[in-house]
């Protein structure tokens, strides 16, 4: 099994749509868990960062975790063309990051 | 600020040739990676270097070697290159209070 468990889509929606991101993992010593933003060239930027379990929003974005559950989530509300890109899960304890293979998301105007 | 920068964007390389590729961060970070990104692999550790004067092997080391020259520079050095060894190469720096990692813009690397 590996670490980090990640769909790779690719994932379309309209314009306007709620987006639902998922990653799941097996090491329960993960502490600390980020979404990262790729778009197409260029590399990879933090769009949230959580400590432990629990919600953390940004605008329109909003990042859960659930420990016992060994899932996290990334929300987009009211999705914009300009959210399209891939978007990378990543967690630690204390070790080098772990990401996900990252999910491709298109959202269509 | 620059935050994390590369050199070279861009670089084709013959089969056995050598090349470094640079890696500079102006964040005070101690650690810095080395990654390499190909279609449907994600992100896979190369290196890393917890400070200055410590390199670790990742997931990925056979083929390459890095050098920490200081606390801002990480170098990676393809001594012999292949063509499994073209890819996408990023270098990185952890803030470690958040223990977030901040990405340069990256290298495109072609082996014929």
């Known amino acids: 099994q590996k670490e980090v468990e990640q769909d790779p889509g690719p994932l379309s929606v309209p314009e306007g749509a709620i987006v639902s991101l998922n990653c799941t993992y097996s090491?329960?010593?993960?502490?600390?868990f980020m979404w990262y933003r790729q778009y197409s060239r260029k590399g990879p930027e933090l769009l949230m960062y959580t400590y432990s379990s629990g919600n953390k929003e940004d605008g329109r974005f909003t990042a859960q975790v659930d420990k016992s559950s060994k899932y996290i989530s990334l929300f987009i509300r009211d999705s914009q063309p300009s959210d399209s890109a891939t978007y990378l899960c990543a967690m630690t304890g204390n070790t080098p990051l772990v990401f996900g293979k990252g999910t491709r998301l298109s959202v269509i105007a | 600020n620059a935050g994390v920068t590369q050199t070279p964007k861009f670089q084709v390389l013959k089969t056995g040739q050598s090349m470094t590729l640079q890696c500079a961060q102006d964040?005070?970070?101690?650690?810095m990676y080395w990654y390499r990104q190909d279609p449907g692999m994600g992100l896979r550790l190369i290196y890393y270097s917890a400070s200055e004067g410590t390199t670790d092997k990742g997931e990925v080391p056979n083929g390459y070697n890095v050098s920490r020259l200081n606390k801002r520079e990480f170098s990676l050095r393809l001594e012999s290159a292949a063509p499994s060894q073209t890819s996408v190469y990023f270098c990185?720096?952890?803030?470690?209070?958040?223990?977030?990692?901040?990405f340069g813009p990256g290298t495109r690397l072609t082996v014929l």
């Open positions: 090491n329960s010593a993960f502490q600390y």
């Open positions: 990185a720096s952890r803030d470690r209070g958040t223990d977030t990692q901040y």
């Open positions: 964040m005070n970070h101690n650690s």
